[in-house]
């Protein structure tokens, strides 16, 4: 469930706390007061569109901080994992965003810095959020499919239909790749061909990166390296007066000294490694210089090659193991495109058995979703029916189709909210009241199918009242027996369901509007629903109204 949000310095929210509650978290208050204030910020927090211009006037930048607390994170893990996040901490997860008046801003989850992505794809596991106009996804062909698959526990036999899906495409591609025009195809094996031969012909290999280098400015620098390496060894071992000899000498008289000065044999000890240890460097110079050739032949060879290197990785690649990568690549094509007859008549073998189980695929989950649809219709028809259509029907049909990224079905919802009037698509209908009520109605048939714990109803009882009210306000507290709710509405009926209440409202200080956001008790809790009732002018009768919604809601 989502534990508390904190807001800071976002729009009219100088800094706001808010400790959400288990089951239905009421949120009530006057209109303009800040109510989708807070809505925005649950929205910024988890991936939602940032808009600089609502930084708090004078404030640098705006913060929102959402704690949740999971009794099964292992979904959430995966996702953290994957990202390469710190894991929950028994359950518990910490998400926080800031919005930069000027500059970039910052994406946090448990402390560790991570995309916009990364929290929209976190939202869309923890918190289903509907506006007052979401209802509009209602009438989406899309949404549709996914409430019947939902209901219908057909993610599974869906998800073998997609693999199937990915397959065929994939083998459609290839073939239409290899089935291009011909003479495209004749151009492309002689441009392949050109290139191959010229890569191939240079014989390259890792030695002509670092190594032909190495090799060049040895060549290039012959001459100096001999005269110098030659003067070290002299001065090392082999010249008169050399290194080696003069320790020979020291160490000769350190012999003598040792007999009057006894440690001096020590170091005498240390002087005759020293002598060893020269000698070992002035004969590994002479080794190598050995191996130094001043050939005017040999350098003109490299640089030569090194010419021909850098030609190639211009046209080719940035580095040697690019060029040969292209290499393999264009060989890979040459193959392709030489045997094509073969491959065409393999892939259209391949193609044929891959439509086979595709069709298979996509009658299990035609079957699948059948057997779901009517349960799915009954029970939103009784849900309406709840809501204030005693008459209305509802179904979902579904019609067959050319197979597509989710099937073979073209999947619709009908409905026919009075008596004597025909099924009709659901788009068909022009309130926004009788949408949002069947909305509500999948949001509680779903409720007991959908794995998203936080479930926010921003104003979904708009356009409503009366006694339907107060059923929207039983049915969301029915959703909240298995997820976590958090409504905001204006309807007195609905907000008395809530087990807890709280009211924003706004102030000015020091000519500034300030939102602040508090939790009622149970005092409280009457003259709120009372003011919902009545507005400004209060009496007892509209107190002893409120008192009875409240008890009435109690007893429920």
């Known amino acids: 469930m989502l534990v508390q949000l904190s807001v800071k310095?976002?729009?009219?929210?100088?800094?706001?706390?808010?400790?959400?509650?288990?089951?239905?978290?009421?949120?009530?208050?006057e209109t303009g007061a800040g109510k989708s204030v807070l809505m925005g910020a649950l929205d910024l927090v988890l991936g939602g569109r940032a808009d600089r211009s609502a930084v708090r006037e004078g404030a640098s930048e705006a913060w929102v901080e959402a704690v949740f607390s999971l009794a099964d994170s292992r979904a959430v893990d995966r996702l953290l994992d994957d990202a390469s996040l710190p894991l929950c901490e028994e359950g518990a997860l910490l998400v926080r965003r800031s919005v930069a008046a000027a500059g970039a801003g910052r994406c946090l989850v448990n402390d560790t810095p991570t995309t916009v992505q990364t929290?929209?794809?976190?939202?869309?596991?923890?918190?289903?959020?509907?506006?007052?106009?979401?209802?509009?996804?209602?009438?989406?062909?899309?949404?549709?499919?996914?409430v019947l698959d939902a209901y219908g526990h057909c993610a599974a036999v869906r998800d073998a239909y997609s693999g199937a899906w990915r397959e065929l495409q994939t083998l459609r591609a290839r073939l239409a790749e290899l089935?291009?025009?011909?003479?495209?195809?004749?151009?492309?094996?002689?441009?392949?061909?050109?290139?191959?031969?010229?890569?191939?012909?240079?014989?390259?290999?890792?030695?002509?990166?670092?190594?032909?280098?190495?090799?060049?400015?040895?060549?290039?620098?012959?001459?100096?390296?001999?005269?110098?390496?030659?003067?070290?060894c002299n001065g090392l071992i082999d010249g008169e007066q050399s290194a080696f000899d003069l320790l020979a000498?020291?160490?000769?008289?350190?012999?003598?000294?040792?007999?009057?000065?006894?440690?001096?044999?020590?170091?005498?000890?240390d002087a005759q490694a020293a002598a060893v240890?020269?000698?070992?460097?002035?004969?590994?110079?002479?080794?190598?210089?050995?191996?130094?050739?001043?050939?005017?032949?040999?350098?003109?060879?490299?640089?030569?090659?090194?010419?021909?290197?850098?030609?190639?990785?211009?046209?080719?690649?940035?580095?040697?193991?690019?060029?040969?990568?292209?290499?393999?690549?264009?060989?890979?094509?040459?193959?392709?495109?030489?045997?094509?007859?073969?491959?065409?008549?393999?892939?259209?073998?391949?193609?044929?058995?891959?439509?086979?189980v595709l069709t298979r695929k996509a009658d299990a989950l035609t079957k699948s979703r059948t057997q779901a649809a009517g349960k799915l219709a009954r029970a939103i028809t009784k849900e309406l029916h709840d809501l204030g259509f005693l008459k209305s029907g509802f179904a979902v049909d579904l019609a067959a189709c050319a197979p597509g990224p989710h099937g073979a079905d073209l999947i619709s919802f009908g409905f026919a909210p009075n008596p004597g009037e025909p099924m009709r698509p659901l788009k068909a209908i022009a309130s926004s009241g009788e949408i949002s009520r069947v909305m509500l109605a999948v949001k509680a048939v779903l409720a007991a199918h959908d794995s998203i714990p936080v479930l926010v109803f921003d104003e979904i009882d708009a356009n409503i009242g009366g006694e339907i009210g107060r059923?929207?306000?039983?049915?969301m507290r029915h959703v909240a027996e298995t997820h976590q709710?958090?409504?905001?509405?204006?309807?007195?009926?609905?907000?008395?369901?809530?087990?807890?209440?709280?009211?924003?409202?706004?102030?000015?200080?020091?000519?500034?509007t300030r939102m602040q956001v508090e939790v009622l008790d149970d005092e409280h809790r009457v003259d709120?629903?009372?003011?919902?009732?009545?507005?400004?002018?209060?009496?007892?009768?509209?107190?002893?109204?409120?008192?009875?919604?409240?008890?009435?809601?109690?007893?429920k």
Request: proline share 3%; no cysteine; net charge negative.
């Open 9 to 29: 310095n976002l729009a009219i929210v100088e800094m706001a706390e808010v400790v959400f509650g288990p089951g239905l978290n009421i949120i009530t208050g």
């Open 119 to 146: 929290l929209r794809r976190l939202g869309s596991l923890l918190v289903d959020i509907h506006g007052p106009y979401d209802h509009q996804s209602l009438l989406d062909p899309d949404f549709q499919r996914d």
């Open 179 to 232: 089935q291009g025009d011909t003479a495209d195809i004749e151009a492309e094996i002689d441009r392949l061909q050109f290139m191959v031969d010229e890569i191939s012909s240079a014989g390259l290999s890792e030695d002509d990166e670092e190594p032909l280098v190495a090799q060049h400015a040895e060549a290039a620098n012959a001459e100096q390296i001999l005269a110098v390496g030659t003067a070290i």
């Open 249 to 269: 000498g020291i160490q000769t008289q350190l012999t003598e000294l040792a007999h009057i000065l006894p440690e001096a044999a020590a170091w005498r000890t």
């Open 277 to 356: 240890q020269i000698q070992e460097v002035g004969r590994a110079v002479a080794d190598r210089l050995i191996r130094i050739e001043a050939d005017p032949d040999r350098l003109q060879q490299l640089e030569a090659r090194m010419a021909l290197v850098q030609r190639l990785k211009r046209k080719y690649g940035r580095t040697v193991g690019d060029v040969l990568a292209t290499l393999a690549e264009h060989q890979a094509r040459l193959h392709d495109l030489a045997t094509r007859t073969e491959q065409v008549e393999r892939l259209q073998t391949d193609i044929a058995e891959a439509e086979g």
């Open 471 to 475: 059923v929207v306000g039983q049915k």
């Open 485 to 512: 709710v958090i409504s905001i509405t204006h309807l007195p009926q609905s907000a008395v369901y809530g087990h807890q209440h709280y009211v924003v409202s706004k102030e000015v200080v020091k000519g500034r």
């Open 528 to 555: 709120e629903i009372a003011r919902m009732l009545g507005g400004k002018g209060l009496t007892s009768v509209i107190e002893s109204h409120a008192r009875e919604l409240l008890a009435s809601a109690r007893e």
